[in-house]
């Protein structure tokens, strides 16, 4: 995209003003050349008025060392990857790298004045991301045409090699790609390029990582690996899709906002840039996307757009027209203020607004406790505010937005309390990157839970700040240690500073070799071991090229322990589901045999003409035995797919016995489905034609604020669709032959109806008259003694499109079922719904609900007593 960078040397000189500034949060920040470069005492971001590229390019400089021996480590290679508001990610996908020389420096020339994430790696060390002496952002703001120096990174030993291929879906390298390593709990290892052969080696942490590659042409590929060890990761041709913003009263084209493209329902690889800011034009263009179905949304600090429904775009497939209406918005501004009169300089502002939960905003606060909120539409919103160290307020009054500014606000935090400490493994070392959890333990029948999380810094140390008095569980989830099965109690007084260590538990491991029938190694598979009680602590692997595996620090306790390959599920030869016992202090050993993966299916892909169709995609899923297709047909739509050859046939082999769904892709977007094809069977699939559905919702109000729309079938087709403020109507296209169950949603009303689509049909004129919600109340009483269930959390859920639809719609937890069992739940919509019960989170309970309710009348609606009994 053309864009016009030059300017006149006053209007330069002005910019880098403003946004040197904008980025050291005023006047008093730290002079340039500093010890620790130029950044400011806390992480800004850059103002969205000011355009990085059109200002004077920067350096970073620094050198990487020995953490322990402080010797100089030479041919380190080192990256930053530049982040700002005025910037897309296609700005800003490649990093700046260089290698550092015998005195272990290293200097990042000509880079744009930005927001940095620098990372540092070296053969036989682990990677490490810059930090601040005495800070644990790895933010580092370089100012325009500033030499920013002193950037030092130091690096541990133990690091190990991660090595693997990326290929293109016909198995040819791709040279020059980019890989990328992420280690969950320290962050990102610098990034390396393949060779002409398309061969990477990259230096990480030992344990799990996630590997991600990308290359001009190409969508991104990730994939989760354990290093030391290799992967293998294809990229696929990219797909793009163009448009233009305008504003929604003038249909005037709006220039230099940002756009994100929002995959939905998910689809084959990944993505590194998903965003474009606009031209003079309007126009924006994101590419080296995957295939799927995408929303565009566009947010700055006066306008809030949304485009209507979602676009379509294939494989390797060009699509321009797409069109986001920009609505006027506004902006609430206010300071956060401590109890002892003093800025907030660490926390945040979110505001929700009452009825349509959709509508949110959040900023975070500057360096003299400024928080600026956008964009907002019009409402009556709820208002949070949080500081570290510090006690959040549940009484902030709501804010009323019109059609202006509002400033000057207040919003004052209490004196808090807090717990810090460290986190170490049984053998003394820090743990990094650990996600620390406290909650605390309820005492009343509607008492809210109270939490407070911190990640641990490379140290270990951590602080849960914001938190209130009374008594705590903390829990501690990394991949390096296990807390006690039942985690630690602390008890948290009022505005006190609560010292406390937590030592993690080796736990015990499981070992065991993975065969098939015929005895051979299955190599490549995926285990999965799982926690009964706790899925959250599960842990993965991949059996290496003798089928052997091994997982470390597990929770002492039973594990669910699956398997799977490229095509889905392994199972037991002898048709079991085994669960794992894994003991402190010792290695289970396990040997599973699972059915033999020689199977082979076979097909032929047709287009609309009956023509076989060359270079179309397949994937499968295999069907389970026991219900319907529909999950597998879902699962077609991810994984490595194959190609079929020039007369349209293709070949799957390694599968294992049983029935399988089969998908057909093509490049345009066409697809066909065959379900129940046996091993050694021949599917034959045709493209048909699509047709599309669109009509008027009415209701809702002259103004829509926010409309949603579904469409699923009983063959496993679903539809999402999204309108911002719209006059009611929606058109959903690309849609196959069938019957479907329509729906529409508004944040005061609903409606459900049946509808039928012919093939290539285009049908209109469709109309939905919703209904009002109504407020749902009862009680829960047990069906034996006849005595009220208390603490039961109440919900209504709707099946809508890909994802459910849950409702609390409460303030004060009244959805939580009090001393007399009652609970009330507001917008609930009519006709039929599921409504569950369950102990409030962190809490355990012998009842549950869950039934179904036909739901009608007007008001609030009363279905008396619940009858439930304790489960067994």
Partial sequence: MKRNLVVGGVVVALLATVLIVKLRGGEHAKPAGTANGSAAARPVTFDRDVDPRKLARASISGSVTDAATKAPIANARVCGDPSATALSEQDVREPSCAVTDARGAYTLKDVLPASYELAASAKSYRPAMYTRPGERTTKLIVAPGEATTNIDIALRPGGVELTGTVSDLTGGPIAGAFVRAHDRYIGYAAPVTTDAEGHFTIWTTPGPVHAFASAEGYTGTGDDARAPGTIELWLTPESSLAGVVIDAKTNQPVPDVPVRANLEGGGWGETDATSDVTDAQGAFRISRLPPGRYTFSTRSAHGIGDSDGSTLVGLGQHVEGVVVRMHAAVRVSGKLIKADGSPCTDGWVSMRDRVNDDHSASGSAESDGTVDIDPLLPGTYKVEARCRGARKRDDYPDIVVADKDITGQVWPVDAGSSVRGRVTTASGDPVAGARIQARSVAVGARDAPRYGDDDTAPDG??????????????????????????????????????EKNFVLEDGGALAGTVVDTSDKPVAGANIDASPTTNGRKRKETKTAADGSFKLERLLPIEHFLSISGRWGSLRRADGSFDTVKIEAGKTTNVRVVVETQNGVIRGTVLDMKGVPSPDAFINIARESDKSSSDTAIAFTRYGRPIITGTDGTFTISGLGPGKYAVRAYTRGGGEAIAEHVPVGGNAKLQLRATGSLSGTVTGGGAVIESLRITLQSTTGFRRDESYLRSSGTFTLDNLPAGTFELSAITPTAYKRMTVTVAEGEARTGVTIALDPFVTLTGRIVDATTKQPVPRLDMFIQLRLGSSGYSIRGTANNR?????????????????????HGFAKSGEQSEYHVNLTREITGTGTVDLGDILVTKRK
């Avoid at 903390?474 to 948290?492: A, R």
């Avoid at 069992?821 to 507001?826: A, M, S, T, V």
């Fill in 461 to 498: 140390s951590f602080v849960m700040g914001w938190m209130y008095p009374g008594t705590y569980t903390v829990d501690v989830n990394t991949d390096l240690g296990n807390p006690p099965t039942e985690g630690w109690t602390v008890e948290v007084p009022p505005d006190a500073v609560v």
């Fill in 815 to 835: 959805n939580v079922t009090d001393d007399t069992g009652r609970f009330l739940i507001e917008s609930v919509p009519l006709g039929t719904v599921e409504l």
